[in-house]
C-alpha cells in the first residue's frame, strides 16, 4: 500500500519569500501525484497534479511541483506568496489505475505581512 | 457548473443519537466519495460509489455506519448510534468518466460535533 508523509506540520512565511512544502511517498508501483489546498471551513481544491510526463508540474494561483522518482519525493513551491495562501496543504498519492487517493496528514503555511 | 453540494454544513449531536449527512455530487460524475478528516489530519476514504454500487466500503465501520445512492446521484451517509470518536470532518468527493486517476472534486464538507 501506498503512503504519504508531510515533513513539516507547519511553515510560517512572510508575504513575499518564497516557500516550499515538502512530500515524501512510498509505493511499490508507479504513482500519481497531487497536492491540494483547504481553506479555512471549505473543501479541498486541486493545486496541481503528476500523472506522467516532464516531472516539473505547474499549477494555480503560481504553485509548482517536481516530481523526483529517485528521492520518492513530491515537494510543493512558490516563488512568492500571499497572505492569501494562508492555508491547509496537503500531499496525495495514488497508484496507476486505483481511484483510492492517500493523503499526507496536512502542513499549515501561515503568511505574515 | 455547480460544484459538490453538501448538507449540513455543521452539526451537532450528543452520543448515541443518528445524523445523516446529504451530498449533491457534481452533474455527470458517476464517481462518489465519502471520506472522513480527523482534526489535524489528511481526509481518510470511507465508501466509494461507481454509480449506485459501492464498489470500495473496506474502510467503513459497518456497525454503525451505513451509505445509499440509490439513483446514482446523490448520496447519504448515515452514523447510528454516533460516538464521541466520530466527531470530524465528513467530506464528498466526485469525479468524472475516465480511466486511471481522474481528479477528485471536493465538497465543503459537514463537520459533526458529537457531545
Known amino acids: 500500500a501506498q503512503s504519504v508523509t508531510q515533513l513539516d506540520s507547519q511553515v510560517p512565511v512572510f508575504e513575499e519569500a518564497p516557500v516550499e512544502l515538502r512530500c515524501n511517498y512510498s509505493?511499490?508501483?508507479?504513482?500519481?501525484l497531487f497536492w491540494y489546498v483547504q481553506y479555512p471551513n471549505q473543501g479541498l481544491q486541486l493545486l496541481l497534479k503528476?500523472?506522467?510526463?516532464?516531472?516539473l508540474v505547474k499549477g494555480i494561483n503560481g504553485f509548482e511541483a517536481e516530481f523526483n522518482k529517485s528521492q520518492t519525493s513530491f515537494h510543493l513551491r512558490k516563488p512568492s506568496v500571499h497572505i492569501s495562501d494562508t492555508a491547509e496543504y496537503f500531499c496525495a498519492v495514488s497508484v496507476w489505475n486505483d481511484y483510492k487517493l492517500s493523503f499526507g496528514a496536512g502542513t499549515t503555511v501561515t503568511v505574515r505581512a | 457548473e455547480a460544484g459538490v453540494v453538501q448538507s449540513p454544513r455543521y452539526k451537532i449531536i450528543e452520543k448515541k443519537q443518528p445524523v445523516a449527512f446529504w451530498c449533491n455530487p457534481i452533474s455527470g460524475h458517476n464517481t462518489l466519495y465519502w471520506y472522513r478528516q480527523n482534526l489535524g489530519q489528511g481526509p481518510e476514504l470511507l465508501i466509494r460509489y461507481e454509480n449506485e454500487e459501492a464498489v470500495d466500503d473496506s474502510q467503513l465501520p459497518k456497525d454503525r455506519f451505513s451509505a445509499e445512492r440509490l439513483k446514482g446521484v446523490d448520496s447519504t451517509l448515515k452514523i447510528q448510534p454516533a460516538e464521541l470518536g466520530d466527531s470530524a470532518v465528513y467530506l464528498c468527493?466526485?469525479?468524472?468518466?475516465?480511466?486511471?486517476?481522474?481528479?477528485?472534486?471536493f465538497g465543503p464538507g459537514t463537520r459533526l460535533t458529537v457531545l
Open positions: 468527493a466526485s469525479t468524472g468518466i475516465g480511466i486511471g486517476t481522474d481528479t477528485q472534486y
Open positions: 509505493s511499490s508501483v508507479s504513482v500519481y
Open positions: 503528476y500523472l506522467s510526463g516532464s516531472t
